[in-house]
């Protein structure tokens, strides 16, 4: 089954969720045009890090930008995904990455469960409470935002429930490229799944982003990266490769779990 995603790489302009909807939209458009079935976005691509005024744009899965999103989805005819902030309950508010299908309707969603505490997200945000995956026409997906990638307990659970890759949207910021870039084929390797990773450039009041977003196969080998500047990077992937790899070194079939608990 081929797959072609494409990776939204864009510079969020802080606090702006009205020139953030219109370069996502000219993103999807060009993704579309390409013949991409597939966008991923960025984390918080809507406002980036403005997590003290999370209640001024923090809105339900089915209104606000969710709203736009879907209306996107639908007019563009390709799936879309990328996390912005939502309304959990009163005064909760998550880093919730969405999947909207071709036809705009909302397939899954994640809320980030491992809070960044170097951007402050534990002071304003609730971390999500499950995992998720989605499954597509392509195969099935898991989910995971930004910081959950130090975190591969998620990554082979996602493995273990038969995700045929991962989609991770961030906002990863100099000087962790090394660990970025590690830690992307690492997951991918250790699972074989392929993960693709979308990585914001630009800066805000207190950081540097990086970009190099990735696409990596079951094998670690990286099939499409990024450099610091916007772009959208475009893909096209065989998922059969997953079956072959796990045939191949059947580590999930190896595995020994009666013996990892000390």
């Not at 990776?7 to 802080?14: E, S």
């Not at 045009?33 to 005024?53: C, F, H, K, M, V």
């Not at 992307?184 to 970009?211: L, T, Y």
Request: aromatic share 10%; glycine share 6%.
């Amino acid at each position: 089954m081929l797959l072609t995603v494409s990776l939204g790489q864009m510079d969020v302009r802080f606090g702006d969720p009205s020139a953030n909807l219109e370069k996502a939209t000219q993103l999807t458009e060009e993704a579309k045009r390409r013949g991409s079935d597939l966008l991923l976005l960025p984390e918080l691509w809507s406002t980036a890090y403005d997590l003290p005024n999370a209640s001024r744009y923090a809105s339900p899965l089915t209104s606000g930008l969710f709203a736009d999103l879907s209306a996107l989805a639908r007019r563009t005819g390709i799936y879309l995904l990328g996390s912005t902030l939502s309304l959990l309950g009163p005064d909760q508010y998550g880093n919730t990455l969405t999947v909207f299908a071709p036809d705009g309707s909302l397939l899954a969603h994640y809320s980030k469960t491992h809070l960044f505490r170097l951007m402050n997200e534990e002071q304003y945000l609730t971390p999500g409470n499950q995992a998720a995956t989605v499954n597509l026409p392509f195969g099935r997906a898991g989910l995971a935002i930004c910081y959950d990638l130090r975190f591969p307990e998620l990554f082979r659970s996602y493995a273990l429930a038969g995700a045929q890759m991962v989609f991770l949207p961030a906002e990863w910021p100099h000087p962790r490229l090394t660990h970025w870039q590690t830690l992307v084929r690492a997951r991918a390797i250790e699972n074989q799944m392929f993960i693709f990773a979308c990585n914001r450039v630009g800066s805000d009041p207190s950081n540097r982003f990086f970009g190099h977003s990735l696409a990596v196969d079951p094998w670690g080998e990286v099939l499409i990266e990024g450099g610091e500047d916007e772009d959208l990077l475009t893909v096209t992937v065989d998922l059969s490769k997953v079956h072959q790899v796990r045939q191949k070194i059947p580590i999930l079939n190896d595995r020994r779990p009666e013996i990892y608990s000390l």
